[in-house]
């Protein structure tokens, strides 16, 4: 498999080329792509030297597949250009997350959905999959009627500029800044830019994104994302109402039971899922499972996951692997 690798040097790319290498991925040849500065650069995978290349290069190369992590902008004017030579496109920004032609995919959930014409794939926001990895086989058997979720997102979420700023903050020193304000010491509800309703991208990514993977316009979502000094992965509160009642012992038996969730749930002994713990797994972990006392047919879940892997690249190339392993590449 030819696999070109849009956004090498970025953090999720960094991590892509890990999860491909783990994961034995069946790459015969790997085209690393960024931006016209890094061309030339020297990217070693499995014992091998690659040079970094240009999109136009890298088109001109026809991969059978490119994993985009190069922001919404580059993925708009390229990935139909990778599509027109016949590259099946999985791409990790917003571009064409709504797009209502394009697929919105967490493997575990609607990678049956795919199709050998889906030549631009979208990876969902990396908020949206570690919630509805947990809330999806909910759904399917009590049916969502509402969620209300605030989230505690790693800096990494971000990128670089961001955990260069908490180092210089913890350094007391003085650098660029990624956000408006510091973060040390500091708990930011303003991830990404603000739209015109008062909510931020980030909040309608999880409004929008799960009603699109779950595939119901009816469920009602409001959400509050926050940025945290935290570097190993995002964490979320989620309040859970179903149309139908429950028992938590059968609620907790399910998501034992759904591949790629771990519950971590004993609060006996201080049990229950953190970003210390799940940095560099590829697992959604959730805990604190408890009934909401105010409300009927009501949940409360804590959800924890690293936002770079689950959150980003392993679900960028399981989507890759389910595509290959079904001959829809
Ligand atoms: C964030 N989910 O955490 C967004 C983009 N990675 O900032």
Same mark, same amino acid.
């Given at each position: 498999?030819?696999?070109?690798?849009?956004?090498?040097?970025?953090?999720?790319?960094?991590?892509?080329?890990?999860?491909? =290498?783990?994961? *034995?991925?069946?790459?015969?040849?790997?085209?690393?792509?960024?931006?016209?500065?890094?061309?030339?650069?020297?990217?070693? #995978?499995?014992? =091998?030297?690659?040079?970094?290349?240009?999109?136009?290069?890298?088109?001109?190369? &026809?991969?059978?597949?490119?994993?985009?992590?190069?922001?919404?902008?580059?993925?708009?004017?390229?990935?139909? =250009?990778?599509?027109?030579?016949?590259?099946?496109?999985?791409?990790?920004?917003?571009?064409?997350?709504?797009?209502?032609?394009?697929?919105?995919?967490?493997?575990?959930?609607?990678?049956?959905?795919?199709?050998?014409?889906?030549?631009?794939?979208?990876?969902?926001?990396?908020?949206?999959? &570690?919630?509805?990895?947990?809330?999806?086989?909910?759904?399917?058997?009590?049916?969502?009627?509402?969620?209300?979720?605030?989230?505690?997102?790693?800096?990494?979420?971000?990128?670089?500029?961001?955990?260069?700023? /908490?180092?210089?903050?913890?350094?007391?020193?003085?650098?660029?800044?990624?956000?408006?304000?510091?973060?040390?010491?500091?708990?930011?509800?303003?991830?990404?830019? #603000?739209?015109?309703?008062?909510?931020? +991208?980030?909040?309608? =990514? /999880?409004?929008?994104?799960?009603?699109?993977?779950?595939?119901? +316009?009816?469920?009602?979502?409001?959400?509050?994302?926050?940025?945290?000094?935290?570097?190993?992965?995002?964490?979320?509160?989620?309040?859970?109402?179903?149309?139908?009642? #429950?028992?938590?012992?059968?609620?907790?038996?399910?998501?034992?039971?759904?591949?790629?969730?771990?519950?971590?749930?004993?609060?006996?002994? *201080?049990?229950?899922?953190?970003?210390?713990?799940?940095?560099?797994?590829?697992?959604? #972990?959730?805990?604190?499972?408890?009934?909401?006392?105010? &409300?009927?047919?009501?949940?409360?879940?804590?959800?924890?996951?690293?936002?770079?892997? +689950?959150?980003?690249?392993?679900?960028?190339?399981?989507?890759?692997?389910?595509?290959? *392993?079904?001959?829809?590449?």
């Amino acid at each position: 498999m030819k696999v070109a690798l849009v956004g090498v040097t970025g953090m999720v790319g960094e991590v892509m080329l890990e999860v491909l =290498k783990e994961r *034995n991925f069946p790459v015969t040849e790997l085209i690393p792509v960024a931006s016209e500065k890094s061309v030339g650069k020297i990217i070693s #995978f499995k014992d =091998k030297d690659y040079k970094v290349v240009s999109l136009d290069t890298a088109i001109s190369m &026809q991969p059978d597949i490119a994993l985009f992590s190069a922001g919404g902008e580059t993925s708009l004017e390229w990935a139909p =250009k990778f599509a027109k030579v016949g590259t099946t496109v999985i791409d990790n920004s917003s571009a064409w997350r709504m797009d209502l032609n394009k697929k919105l995919i967490v493997p575990e959930i609607n990678a049956s959905s795919l199709t050998k014409e889906d030549k631009i794939i979208a990876n969902p926001n990396c908020s949206t999959i &570690q919630m509805v990895m947990v809330l999806a086989p909910l759904h399917k058997k009590y049916k969502i009627k509402r969620i209300v979720v605030s989230t505690y997102q790693s800096i990494s979420g971000t990128g670089m500029k961001a955990i260069k700023q /908490l180092e210089n903050e913890l350094a007391g020193v003085k650098g660029d800044m990624a956000y408006p304000y510091p973060i040390h010491k500091n708990a930011l509800p303003h991830c990404d830019v #603000f739209e015109d309703n008062g909510y931020t +991208k980030e909040e309608m =990514k /999880l409004v929008r994104e799960t009603q699109k993977i779950l595939d119901d +316009k009816s469920i009602s979502v409001t959400a509050t994302a926050v940025r945290i000094p935290t570097s190993g992965g995002h964490s979320e509160a989620v309040n859970v109402e179903f149309e139908n009642n #429950f028992e938590v012992s059968e609620i907790r038996s399910i998501l034992n039971n759904t591949s790629g969730v771990v519950v971590q749930d004993n609060i006996d002994v *201080n049990i229950y899922p953190m970003p210390i713990y799940a940095n560099g797994k590829d697992d959604v #972990f959730v805990g604190r499972i408890r009934r909401d006392e105010s &409300q009927s047919n009501t949940l409360n879940l804590w959800i924890v996951s690293d936002n770079l892997r +689950k959150g980003a690249a392993t679900n960028t190339i399981q989507i890759a692997e389910y595509l290959v *392993n079904n001959k829809l590449i």
